[in-house]
């Protein structure tokens, strides 16, 4: 067994306050104690895996025995930032062109996938951390064996 885990800083929005110079909900949150506060919160209704091989290069990962794959942020004191992970079970290790496509695929559903349903689903609560990545070297990618 192995388990593989994508992870980055993730930006967290304050719905409950507006923004002065435009007018519009949503404050981006930098104060590391209100960050601190969304420290474990997790999205578990939803699993990454559920919507692996619907993808175009759902062939390549079919026989990784992929499964798991939720969606969880903690707080990470020595940067003062929260960061974003997803962790996936795998059947055995991956080979780097498996990672690539792997970590595609998860960029693609923090963004718009499970990610952004999680993100309307705080909205409401008014913090709401989303993960947006403008730079893939900047998604952290750990792959242990068990």
């Known amino acids: 067994m192995a388990s593989i885990t994508f992870s980055a800083y993730a930006g967290v929005f304050d719905f409950k306050q507006v923004d002065p110079a435009t007018g ?5 949150v930098e104060d590391a104690a209100i960050l601190k506060t969304l420290d474990g919160l997790a999205y578990d209704e939803e699993v990454f895996s559920d919507y692996l091989l619907d993808g175009e290069h759902s062939g390549e990962l079919e026989d990784a025995g992929i499964s798991g ?8 004191s020595a940067s003062g930032r929260l960061i974003g992970r997803t962790e996936y079970q795998l059947e055995r290790a991956l080979n780097p062109d498996q990672i690539a496509l792997l970590k595609d695929y998860t960029i ?19 913090l709401a951390p989303q993960l947006l990545v403008v730079d893939e070297n900047a998604v952290q990618v750990e792959q242990r064996t068990h």
Request: net charge negative; proline share 0%.
């Open 24 to 28: 519009e909900e949503g404050v981006f």
């Open 69 to 76: 794959g939720s969606l969880a942020f903690n707080f990470d």
């Open 108 to 126: 693609g559903q923090w963004s718009d996938g499970i990610g952004a349903n999680f993100f309307q689903e705080r909205m409401r609560h008014g």
